[in-house]
Nanobody, 125 residues
Framework: QVQLVESGGGLVQAGGSLRLSCAAS????????MGWFRQAPGKEREFVAG?????????NYADSVKGRVTISRDNAKNTVSLQMRSLKPDDTAGYYC?????????????????WGQGTQGTVSS
């Protein structure tokens, strides 16, 4: 079993940056692909970025954030991070990390077995 705890959310102005972190417990963390998703009020949860179990290969990014975010992981520390830059008000959402049992960091939320409670990111105009 994997437990996930997100941190790093907050209020920033448009054009600013946020770095979100997700700390995982459980010895099997390194076998899971990891993903970041977000959900705004009244909207469905949407994929932001995903990374494979090893961190190798190209990470997967949503078109809406490509070029503005970077996902990374440290299996020695059981953490996955999301660096976000050039933030826009449309990026305002609750941000959630998830653990993908297929190890791929896929874009479909149904592939994720575990989720954190989320951290709020708010971008003011």
């Amino acid at each position: 079993q994997v437990q996930l705890v997100e941190s790093g959310g907050g209020l920033v102005q448009a054009g600013g940056s946020l770095r979100l972190s997700c700390a995982a417990s459980g010895r099997t963390f390194s076998t899971y692909g990891m993903g970041w998703f977000r959900q705004a009020p009244g909207k469905e949860r949407e994929f932001v970025a995903g990374i494979s179990w090893s961190g190798g290969g190209m990470p997967n990014y949503a078109d809406s954030v490509k070029g503005r975010v970077t996902i990374s992981r440290d299996n020695a520390k059981n953490t996955v991070s999301l660096q976000m830059r050039s933030l826009k008000p449309d990026d305002t959402a609750g941000y959630y990390c998830g653990a993908d049992h297929d190890g791929l960091g896929q874009a479909r939320p149904g592939e994720y077995e575990y989720w954190g409670q989320g951290t709020q990111g708010t971008v003011s105009s």
